[in-house]
């Protein structure tokens, strides 16, 4: 495994961020229990996570498999960079939420760390993330709750996730002006077929110090080879790529883009992770495997040397905007 700065800090973390989205409803707790095992075998020793995943009635579900983990001991909980989420409200889906038990109020801030911890079995936690940006909470109350939280040692760094360009500049600013440290990471999306990250949030964290950490870098499975999957009825096409890839558009750039990788002898989904390890300010993109074959294949992908001949190419399959703002301008 590689290694890398998060952002300007200096925690070190792995080329690849483990993603436990799926422990809970996807994997049970001894699946999941043992993929986290295979993680630290492989090096991996960023786990990313967040209090609303487990979902609707099990909201925190994953949290609680992560600590049960932990608490088999073996140094997992020292080995382990730990990330988790504030920001959603965590009664069942569809039930109002009790006023201040939801976004980025120092109230609800405090009180999710606290449950956060009882559920991760842990005493601190490494990086603590908004999961969304809070339209109604200022920055300066958002980073009085952040500094108490750090000062007690219950947190070590904030970053945010699913913020755009102007409020990570909005952020810090203001984190400078306070004097205190601000975001060190952002999770977004970005991945070869979605790029627009790439017009202002990249920018916007490169300026800042800011590590980038992608999520849904295989676009919901769609850059996984998934029409040679359905060809060979490995896997029936559903959800969010089943509905792209009925526009005939979206279906034709797969294809060239399976029919590119299948010239060079590569997996789809070790090219897609790959790229993305080559894009400037990226820390590592997030995987989310459901089996432990998936999490071997998503390691290959750390080794995986991409040509100058290939990454052009891939360009022309999947152009980005280009730089901002002559994206947007003349």
Not at 20 to 48: C, R, V
């Amino acid at each position: 495994m590689r290694y890398t700065q998060l952002g300007r800090t200096g925690l070190k973390v792995s080329r690849l961020t483990l993603g436990t989205m799926n422990f809970g409803p996807q994997t049970n707790e001894a699946d999941s229990h043992a993929i986290m095992d295979a993680a630290l075998d492989a090096g991996i020793n960023f786990f990313d996570t967040a209090n609303t995943y487990g979902w609707n009635k099990n909201k925190g579900r994953t949290e609680e498999i992560i600590g049960t983990w932990f608490a088999q001991g073996g140094e997992r909980r020292d080995k382990v960079v730990l990330a988790t989420k504030v920001y959603g409200n965590m009664s069942p889906d569809g039930q109002q939420p009790w006023p201040n038990h939801d976004k980025l109020s120092a109230l609800n801030i405090r009180r999710s760390v606290e449950a956060s911890l009882r559920r991760l079995q842990t005493d601190y936690i490494d990086l603590y993330q908004f999961h969304h940006i809070d339209r109604n909470t200022p920055f300066e109350e958002i980073w009085q709750a952040v500094d108490v939280l750090v000062q007690q040692g219950k947190i070590l760094y904030a970053g945010s996730s699913n913020f755009p360009g102007y409020k990570i500049a909005q952020a810090n600013e203001t984190a400078r002006r306070l004097g205190t440290l601000g975001l060190v990471s952002e999770q977004c999306l970005y991945n070869l077929a979605e790029r627009r990250a790439e017009m202002e949030v990249l920018p916007a964290a490169q300026d800042y110090g800011l590590g980038v950490i992608p999520w849904s870098p295989l676009h919901g499975g769609l850059l996984g080879g998934v029409l040679k999957k359905e060809v060979e009825g490995a896997r029936r096409t559903e959800g969010r790529a089943a509905s792209a890839l009925a526009d005939s558009a979206v279906r034709a750039r797969i294809q060239a883009y399976e029919d590119l990788l299948d010239k060079h002898g590569l997996e789809p989904g070790e090219v897609a992770l790959a790229w993305l390890l080559t894009r400037p300010g990226v820390t590592g993109p997030i995987v989310g495997p459901r089996t432990a074959g998936q999490l071997a294949s998503a390691v290959r992908a750390v080794d995986l040397e991409l040509s100058a001949e290939l990454l052009a190419s891939l360009d022309e399959v999947f152009p980005g905007p280009g730089p901002t703002p002559e994206a947007f301008a003349w």
